[in-house]
C-alpha cells in the first residue's frame, strides 16, 4: 500500500473536445468528493496547462450538485483547454512551483495523444525534484487513436453522429437523385480512419447498397482514377453516390491530398478542404455538379446525439482515476478494457504514460475489404456496442439546457500571471 497523500487535487482539460468530455470532468469531481481524507480541496485548472502556468484555477468543490451532474450531457470543455506544448525547463518549473504553492497532491488531465505527453512530463518533472505529486491521464479523442486503450471516450459519440446524419443525407438523396447526385461528406481523422469508418454502421444490415457507398480512409493511398471510376460505377445502379472522406488522406507517395503549410502548436499541419478537392476531381471528370458536407466542429459537440454508452465509460474513466491516484499509481493513463464475451462490458485498466504518449493507433486493415472503400463484419462488431443507448438532454424553450461552471477563481499565491 502506499503512503497516503494529504492536500488538493487539480484537474484540467485539453486538445480538441468532445461531447462527453465533461463527463470524464464530473467523474473526476463526484469520486474526489468521496476521498475528503486525502483529499482537501478539488480544482479546475482553465485552459489546460496554459492556463495553469498562469494560476487560473476555479474550486470545483463549490459547484451545485445540479451543474455537477449537468456537466454529464453538456459538451464542449467546461474548464476551457489549449493546444500548448511545454517547451522550456522555466515552464516545468513554475508549474511545480504553482503546484506547491496550492498544495496540489493529485493531477489528473484530460486529454489526447499529445496532452499525455504533458502529462508524462509533468510526472517525470516532480519526480526529478522529489515532488510528492500523483499524475493520472484521461483518455480523450474522437480520433479513437490512443494505443492500448480499447477505444477513447468521445469516439462512440462521434460516430453516432456521424452514422445518423449518413442516414438523414440518404434519405434526402434517394428523394432528390436521378443517377446524378454525388455527395461527399468531410470526417475529422488526421492520421487515422476511425472516425471516417463509423460512417459504415449507417448501413442497414442486409443492405450493402446502402449509402454511404465509399469510405476513404488515411491507412489507404488514394487513387483519383480509380476513385472516379467507383463514381460513375456507383452511379449506374443508384439514384446517388455518397462518399465518406477523413481529412487526412493521403496519396500513393503517403502526402496529404489537401493540406496547408500552418502547423498547430505542436507541428501538426492543418488539415482541411479534402471534400473539394475530390470535389474537383468528380466534376471536371464527369461534369456532375458534386455536394460537399464538412461536419467540422459539428461533429465533436453534438451532445444531442451522443452515444450513452460513450457517455457512461467516460464518466467510468474519471472514477478511476481518482481512485488509481488514491492507490499510490502515477506516471498512467487509465484504459478502457473490453471483456471477451459475446455481451458487450468494459473494465478500466492502467497503461504507463511512456506507452502513450504521441503513439498513434491506426485503423487495422483486416478490417477493410479488398476493394479499400467499405468495411467489415470485423469493424461492424467493434464500432456497434459504442454507439448503444440515447443521452437524455433536457431542454427548456424548444433548446437544450447545458451547464456552465460558476467560475469561483481561487487566489493566486505566486504574484502575477506569466506571460505563456
Not at 498544495?103 to 499529445?114: A, Q, R, S, V
Not at 492500448?148 to 443525407?169: F, M, N, Q, W
Not at 465509460?313 to 502515477?330: C, D, I, N, P, R
Request: hydrophobic residues 40%; proline residues 4%; glycine residues 10%.
Amino acid at each position: 500500500m502506499s503512503e497516503s497523500l494529504t492536500g488538493n487535487c487539480l484537474v484540467a482539460q485539453s486538445g480538441g473536445p468532445t461531447s462527453v468530455i465533461n463527463s470524464t470532468l464530473a467523474g473526476v469531481i463526484t469520486e474526489a468528493l468521496k476521498h475528503e481524507d486525502e483529499i482537501n480541496e478539488i480544482y479546475g485548472g482553465l485552459n489546460g496547462v496554459q492556463g495553469i502556468l498562469n494560476e487560473e484555477f476555479v474550486n470545483l468543490a463549490e459547484e451545485s450538485q445540479l451543474t455537477v451532474r449537468g456537466l454529464r450531457y453538456t459538451p464542449g470543455p467546461a474548464l476551457g483547454s489549449c493546444r500548448f506544448k511545454l517547451k522550456k525547463q522555466e515552464d516545468y518549473d513554475r508549474l511545480l512551483k504553482i503546484f506547491e504553492a496550492h498544495d496540489i497532491k493529485y493531477f489528473f488531465y484530460i486529454g489526447g495523444n499529445d496532452s499525455q505527453d504533458t502529462s508524462l512530463k509533468i510526472h517525470e518533472a516532480a519526480l526529478a525534484k522529489g515532488l510528492p505529486l500523483r499524475v493520472i491521464g484521461l483518455p480523450k479523442t474522437v480520433d479513437n487513436d490512443l494505443p492500448i486503450t480499447d477505444h477513447c471516450p468521445g469516439y462512440g459519440s462521434v460516430i453516432k453522429y456521424i452514422a445518423t446524419t449518413v442516414r438523414e443525407l440518404a434519405c434526402d438523396h434517394q428523394g432528390m437523385g436521378n443517377h446524378d447526385i454525388v455527395s461527399i461528406v468531410e470526417v475529422m481523422g488526421r492520421s487515422a480512419g476511425w472516425i471516417a469508418a463509423g460512417a459504415s454502421l449507417a448501413k442497414r444490415k442486409d443492405h450493402p447498397h446502402d449509402a454511404p457507398h465509399m469510405i476513404l480512409l488515411p491507412e489507404v493511398a488514394f487513387n483519383p482514377a480509380k476513385f472516379v471510376a467507383e463514381v460513375q460505377n456507383v452511379l449506374k445502379s443508384e439514384k446517388f453516390c455518397m462518399i465518406v472522406v477523413g481529412e487526412g488522406l493521403v496519396d500513393e507517395n503517403g502526402n496529404y491530398v489537401s493540406a496547408s503549410a500552418k502547423l498547430d502548436a505542436f507541428g501538426h499541419p492543418a488539415l482541411g478542404g479534402t471534400a473539394d478537392y475530390l470535389q474537383g476531381l468528380i466534376e471536371e471528370a464527369t461534369g456532375i455538379k458534386a455536394k460537399t458536407t464538412k461536419l467540422g466542429y459539428a461533429q465533436r459537440c453534438a451532445a444531442h446525439c451522443s452515444s450513452k454508452t460513450d457517455n457512461d465509460e467516460a464518466f467510468l474513466t474519471g472514477v478511476a482515476a481518482v481512485q488509481a491516484a488514491m492507490k499510490g499509481e502515477s506516471g498512467k493513463m487509465v484504459t478502457l478494457l473490453r471483456a471477451d464475451t459475446n455481451e458487450y462490458k468494459i473494465e478500466t485498466g492502467l497503461a504507463d504514460l511512456k506507452e502513450i504518449a504521441n503513439q498513434v493507433k491506426a485503423f487495422p486493415l483486416q478490417w477493410v475489404n479488398e476493394d479499400g472503400i467499405s468495411l467489415n463484419y470485423q469493424f461492424n462488431k467493434y464500432a456497434a456496442a459504442l454507439i448503444n443507448g440515447e443521452v437524455q438532454v433536457p431542454f427548456e424553450n424548444g433548446l437544450p439546457n447545458f451547464v456552465r461552471i460558476s467560475n469561483s477563481r481561487v487566489e493566486k499565491k505566486l504574484g502575477e500571471a506569466q506571460a505563456v
